[in-house]
Structure formats: structure tokens, C-alpha cells
């Protein structure tokens, strides 16, 4: 946790038009229909989703507002956690529950089986996103082949699998697992790959996002309760609540106009003005970025280039 506690978001934060909502996706809704929604309530034209739902899970879908979708790409990068049920020897069109079954096996695996595998699938591995999905192909997305029964292939690309666990064996043909992964990961295609090597087929019947980044189920509100703005008044979290991985400077007030006009400053003048010393963090770090504020506003990020630092991403933000 950083300096900026979570008591701090939910008594003190009072901006109602940047920010994260945490919404908790019910199956059967796109993400792009959450997304409307919220638009909608908070009459905003500014908002964006940070990694995609499949319209049959459930759970975390963080939706940035307004200024706050500045920051989107900080937490589409971020760890994801995954609870989801296999169905064991079956295997369907889309990978899940909703596609038609072309392929059936009587083999089912074993605990002992399952157990000795996962540890394989735990790293970064190779994975071929499933033909239903939206990644683009020459402008259109993948789906769209998929549903004109295209016979195309997407090519293989590396994924990070942190953990990967068996929850429980349901029955003979069901079994739950967890999963925390990294950025790019389709469960669809975990279970086909993972299936495949127990010499069984198996596909996702059903999924939930239990966490992205720091935002975790208790984080969410349900998207049925969403009606107005004073059902998020208490759930909406600060643009830089996603920012918490980032080292924070604490600007003068001449230092921030400055950031905000787009201009960059001196490290060396900045140390002067701070009355410390902000270089031993950062002069030997070629990558580095930074967030700035003043009071307790999210004024801009930074990245040094030939000890100066210049605004990479300027938030106008209400105090």
C-alpha cells in the first residue's frame, strides 16, 4: 500500500468525473455494454475498460473515467487472477460453454495427473489465442472470421503464468481451478492446451476475474446496482490508484504549472527547491517515470532524459 491509503479514496475522494470504477460483470454482458452503462450514468464521453471480459464470465472489470483513462495502459500490464471451472472431455467451437461441441472423449484425468502438470504450465509459455476473440486481423477482429468459419490461425505468442492451482476436483468430468496470470492470457486457451496434455479435451464452463492489479472482488460494486451517481459516490477510486508501482514526487506549486504547461525541469534545480535529493533514485535509471503532485493532486508523469525531467502525461484534474 502507498502513501495513499484506501480509507483516504473512499472518505476524501469527491470527483465524480475521473476516476476508477471497480464493476463486478454479470455473464451474458459484454464489456463493451459495461462500459455504455457507465458512460450513460455518469454522462461522461471519456471512459474505457482495462482488459476484456468474455460475455460469459463474471467478476472484476475495472472501467477508467474520464482523466483516469489516461492511465489505463498502467493497469492493463498488471497481474490478473482467474477462478474457473473445466469440463472434461468435451471441446467446442469457442472454447466455452457458449460455442457447439465438435469433439468428445471418454479419457479423464486423473488428481494425481492434474497435480503433476500444472507446475509445467507455471512461467512463460507459448499460447495461441483462440480464433474467437478480439484481436485484430488486417484491420478486422478475429471473430469475425470465426463466425463467417474462416479457417484461419492466429500466430503463438508468450504469456506469463504465475500460479496455477487445482481447487477441486467437482466430479469425474468437472474441476476448478486458479490462475494468476499476466497480460494477454486467454483461459480459453490455457484449458485447450492443459487439457490436451492429460490426452483429454476440455473446455471453460464457466469463469470469474477475482482481481486486476490492485483492484480485487472487494473492490467491486455489482453492475445491477449501478443506477445513478450516488450509487458510486463511496466506489470510485483516484486515476492514481493504479499508479502505486511508480516512485511519487511532491511538486512546489511553480514546479507543477510547469509540468502542466508541458515543460520540463532540471533535477538538479528540482533538488534545490525540494531542499532533497531526488537523484540517488533516479539518475542512474534510464526508464525511469515518475508520478507527480501537488497537495495531494495528480499533476503529470514524468521521464528523466539528460537529468531533466519532462511530462509525459499531463492530468487536469479537480482538486
Not at 228 to 257: C, G, R
Not at 262 to 271: A, H, K, P, S
Request: net charge positive; aromatic share 10%; with cysteine.
Amino acid at each position: 500500500m502507498s502513501k495513499y491509503e484506501d480509507s483516504h479514496y473512499q472518505e476524501n475522494f469527491q470527483n465524480l468525473n475521473d476516476g476508477w470504477l471497480i464493476v463486478d460483470k454479470p455473464s451474458g454482458m459484454s464489456s463493451a455494454c459495461a462500459v455504455s452503462k457507465v458512460k450513460k450514468i455518469f454522462q461522461v464521453k471519456k471512459a474505457g475498460h482495462a482488459g476484456t471480459l468474455d460475455p460469459l464470465a463474471t467478476g472484476v472489470l475495472p472501467i477508467a473515467i474520464g482523466e483516469a483513462t489516461k492511465t489505463v495502459s498502467y493497469l492493463v500490464d498488471s497481474l490478473k487472477s482467474y477462478t474457473f471451472t473445466i469440463r472434461w472431455g468435451e471441446h467446442t467451437t469457442t472454447g466455452d460453454s457458449e460455442g457447439d461441441i465438435i469433439k468428445t472423449t471418454k479419457q479423464r484425468p486423473s488428481k494425481r495427473e492434474i497435480l503433476n502438470l500444472l507446475n509445467e504450465f507455471i512461467g512463460t509459455i507459448s499460447q495461441r489465442p483462440p480464433l474467437f476473440s478480439s484481436i485484430k486481423i488486417n484491420g478486422k477482429r478475429a471473430y469475425e472470421f470465426a463466425r463467417l468459419k474462416k479457417n484461419i490461425s492466429l500466430p503463438k505468442r508468450q504469456i506469463k503464468i504465475k500460479k496455477f492451482k487445482l481447487i477441486k476436483l467437482i466430479d469425474i468430468n468437472h474441476a476448478s481451478f486458479f490462475v494468476e496470470c499476466g497480460k494477454g492470457t486467454y483461459i480459453r486457451s490455457l484449458v485447450e492446451d492443459f487439457s490436451q496434455r492429460l490426452k483429454t479435451f476440455g473446455f471453460v464452463k464457466d469463469l470469474r476475474r477475482t482481481q486486476v492489479g490492485p483492484f480485487s472482488e472487494k473492490s467491486s460494486i455489482k453492475l445491477g446496482n449501478l443506477n445513478s451517481l450516488a450509487d458510486v459516490k463511496h466506489s470510485l477510486y483516484p486515476a492514481h490508484k493504479v499508479l502505486d508501482h511508480l516512485p511519487s514526487i511532491n511538486l512546489t506549486k511553480s514546479q507543477a504549472e510547469y509540468f502542466i504547461s508541458g515543460r520540463c525541469l532540471e533535477i538538479e534545480v528540482m533538488n534545490k527547491q525540494l531542499n532533497f535529493n531526488i537523484s540517488s533514485n533516479i539518475l542512474n535509471n534510464r526508464n525511469f517515470i515518475s508520478s507527480t503532485f501537488y497537495n495531494n493532486r495528480l499533476i503529470a508523469l514524468v521521464r528523466k532524459s539528460n537529468d531533466k525531467l519532462y511530462p509525459i502525461r499531463v492530468f487536469n484534474l479537480k482538486s
